[in-house]
């Protein structure tokens, strides 16, 4: 967005799939090994717009099938065993305090990007009543379609923060 009240982070992008694939490009992502999924713990309000996310998110995303990581919980999702991973209801990031932070913003979803050190891009949603993350492995880092992809069901699941 161009500018808005609520964005705190340092520079907002408005991307389409093409354009992200730009920003995706630039983290200099590196190989990370598929590890098991922490499942969140998050408010009872937080829980329950993440069961409502858990109903919307669809069967397969850039042609992967879902499947859901252990243990089995609605705050957790996958695609491609491992390939792609959501979990709703993490905790605020402390990188989103920073000035100098990025967002970028995909089909009315802010998202922060970190890249985390031998792993696969990170974005957290930003502005909404629960944080969701989505993690993307290497092969996957340089697109934008999973993210896109994901960004409809969240946006209509997990209300904007006011």
Known sequence: MTSSRRRPLRSTLLLGPSAAVLVLAAAGCSVGGASPVAVPTPSPEAAAYCEALHA????TVVGL????????SELTSGWGDGAIVLRCGV?????MDDPQAEAVEADGVSWMLEQPEGSGPRFTSTYRKAYVEVTLSEEYAHD???LAALAGPVGR?????L
């Open 157 to 161: 699941a997990v209300p904007d923060r």
């Open 144 to 146: 934008a379609t999973p």
């Open 56 to 59: 919307e998110l669809p069967e």
């Open 91 to 95: 905790p605020r990031p402390a990188k």
């Open 65 to 72: 099938r879902r499947s859901d990581p252990s243990p089995d």
